[in-house]
């Protein structure tokens, strides 16, 4: 770690008796997110908040004999992101069981890790490939097969889940499963058979998702201890990233309490490293109303602390509200008369105080919610204060943008198109993908509008693959989807994914900028998002990330002055062999940072020739050039 004092700063006794900072970030390229106060070289911390920004004579009298000085060299520091849509409590419990393909550039490197891990698997357990990747990262461009699974891992179960779109099943896995020719195809999905009706290993998600989450469901999970460390592990993960915190989506087969039971004991034993704003999901469906009716009499949003807290229902209400996005079929639609069930669980909610989310891709579903919420809207229950949201909202229209606004709602975007834009595109056609989300729209009419990926079953956990979508209008195949009047300048974004998400939850006054009275929440960058070519930005990593004061993730210089996690377990995990994101040097980057090396090797050299020149073992007189290879 670099800790100084330094030139320039330093420690000096504390005025008027006041304590010094626990820590200080100096030498940086602060972007504070603050308009009153946007860019400074240093940031001073306390218990946990900002004590002061500044440069270094600003933050002199904040630095003691204890306090930790770190040097940026110079780095971008932005304060922490907060992904506003992620399944993080789900992802943790899951998190060492699965063979990450996210930034892998080709199949065939898929392939192989899934080869190698087949071999350190143990007998009874299964591979699981789920989410943050598409077919159109791939150098190929295409999927794996079912016989390039089977040839990869003949006698261990595989499972991939592509989007929510599709599954793949090797031959092991279809029989851990337990389908055969006479498994019935479930109500949304599809188990798809050969010409003797034996199931291929392919199942389809035609629209609904569940297929593809029950059979999921069916594979061996860990054991209380091994969830703790998972979650853990994935939480420095997504510290990594500068993921300082998150919103909880909830989501299909995460049940409360018994699935929040890990993040509950970490945030009691002061171990979790990303702040978590949760939601609440009725699983079963005809018992949606009775678990929000006894959730509401038990506790209520915002209790908590600044850690964990509970935010709301959703992002289902009503299991007969759902609708499924697999845009490679049609557009599902909603049940009749599912109004009257939704109705109550929207009353319920709102005269309790409760907000909530809603999962609603299309425009033909926002605008019959839209109708319940106006009829409820003339009893005066919107806007109430509560806060609520429609999340994805990949169609949504005009008309009801204006119609969200004028009810107090917010809308969460993800780059889910990021990974299916070209799907999207070939069935509604580019006209249509072109303002799908209509996230400039959005903005205009001055809805609150908050960033995230939705990960870990459809897009990457990986917060600067969103940005990168949001500023260039990319997927990550390269497809450009949005003209540039629909583009985010790199401020607009990352104002997505900080400030925009600390009002979902109701901390814009403590979260989301680096000012004083905030939480000491900020990442230093090993590249500069707001100058770096658009290509590198999803390539963009923490160095340092920092919650609450906390050292949290540290790498390059810094590497070490993180706190200690125990090791990854079970130690066949495909974690413990390849980690999670697959990282590659972005465009250009590689031969610079050659190129760098290669100039701090010199350096070195130089600066150790020196140094034997002062000791006497050698001498500064320049010898003769000479090559061993052609000596005489």
Not at 576 to 599: E, H, I, S, T
């Amino acid at each position: 770690m670099t800790t100084m004092p330094v030139a320039g700063i330093t420690p000096v006794p504390c005025r008027d008796g006041r304590e010094p900072a626990d820590l200080v970030v100096r030498n940086a390229k602060v972007f504070t997110g603050d308009p009153r106060n946007p860019a400074v070289s240093a940031v001073a911390v306390r218990g946990g908040g900002i004590l002061a920004l500044g440069d270094d004579r600003d933050i002199a009298e904040h630095v003691g004999r204890r306090t930790k000085v770190v040097d940026a060299l110079g780095r971008r520091v932005v304060p922490g992101l907060n992904d506003s849509h992620l399944h993080v409590i789900r992802g943790g419990l899951n998190y060492v069981l699965e063979l990450r393909w996210d930034g892998v550039g080709s199949l065939r490197q898929a392939l192989a890790m899934l080869r190698e891990q087949a071999a350190r698997t143990p007998r009874g357990q299964w591979i699981r490939v789920v989410g943050g990747w598409t077919s159109d990262q791939f150098a190929e461009r295409r999927m794996p097969t079912v016989a390039e699974l089977n040839a990869a891992a003949p006698d261990t179960p595989v499972f991939v889940l592509h989007l929510y779109q599709s599954a793949l099943l090797n031959r092991a896995a279809v029989r851990a499963a337990g389908f055969t020719r006479d498994t019935p195809d479930p109500g949304g999905g599809q188990i798809v058979r050969d010409r003797n009706g034996e199931p291929t290993g392919v199942l389809l998600a035609a629209p609904s998702a569940l297929i593809l989450y029950s059979t999921l469901a069916g594979a061996p999970a860990l054991d209380d201890a091994d969830r703790r460390t998972s979650t853990r592990h994935f939480l420095r993960e997504l510290n990594r990233f500068g993921l300082t915190s998150a919103i909880d989506a909830a989501g299909g087969f995460q049940s409360f309490p018994d699935d929040y039971r890990t993040v509950v004991e970490l945030a009691r034993d002061g171990e979790l490293s990303l702040r978590i704003a949760y939601h609440l999901f009725p699983q079963t469906a005809g018992q949606e109303l009775a678990d929000l009716k006894r959730w509401t009499e038990t506790v209520r949003p915002g209790d908590g602390d600044a850690w964990l807290r509970l935010n709301g229902a959703g992002e289902n209400l009503i299991w007969a509200a759902a609708d499924f996005e697999n845009f490679s079929e049609p557009r599902p639609e909603l049940a009749s008369g599912y109004e009257s069930e939704f109705e109550q669980a929207v009353r319920l909610l709102m005269e309790n105080g409760w907000g909530f989310r809603l999962h609603a891709t299309y425009d033909e579903s926002i605008r019959r919610h839209l109708d319940v919420f106006e009829k409820l809207a003339a009893e005066g229950l919107f806007p109430a204060g509560n806060r609520w949201l429609f999340d994805h909202a990949e169609t949504v229209s005009p008309a009801g943008l204006d119609r969200i606004a004028r009810l107090g709602g917010a809308i969460g975007v993800q780059n889910r198109m990021s990974f299916q834009g070209r799907v999207f595109a070939d069935r509604y056609g580019a006209a249509a993908a072109s303002r799908t989300p209509p996230v400039r729209q959005m903005l205009d009419r001055g809805l609150p509008v908050a960033a995230g990926s939705d990960a870990t079953r459809v897009s990457s956990y990986n917060p600067w693959v969103a940005l990168h979508w949001l500023v260039t209008g990319r997927t990550v195949g390269g497809l450009r989807l949005y003209p540039p009047e629909q583009l985010l300048s790199r401020s607009e974004a990352l104002g997505l994914y900080t400030r925009a998400g600390a009002v979902l939850t109701g901390e814009q006054d403590v979260k989301g900028v680096l000012k004083p009275g905030h939480y000491a929440d900020l990442a230093v960058l090993d590249q500069d998002y707001f100058t770096v070519p658009d290509e590198v930005v999803p390539h963009i990593e923490s160095v340092l990330t920092v919650v609450g004061g906390r050292i949290v993730y540290a790498a390059a210089e810094y590497d070490g002055s993180d706190e200690a996690l125990p090791p990854v377990s079970p130690a066949w995990s495909p974690v413990a062999r390849f980690g999670g994101y697959q990282a590659a040097a972005g465009p250009g980057v590689a031969g610079a940072r050659q190129a760098d090396l290669v100039g701090e090797a010199s350096a070195e050299a130089e600066e150790h020739r020196r140094w034997r020149i002062a000791r006497g073992s050698a001498t500064d007189r320049p010898g003769p050039a000479s090559d061993p290879c052609f000596t005489l």
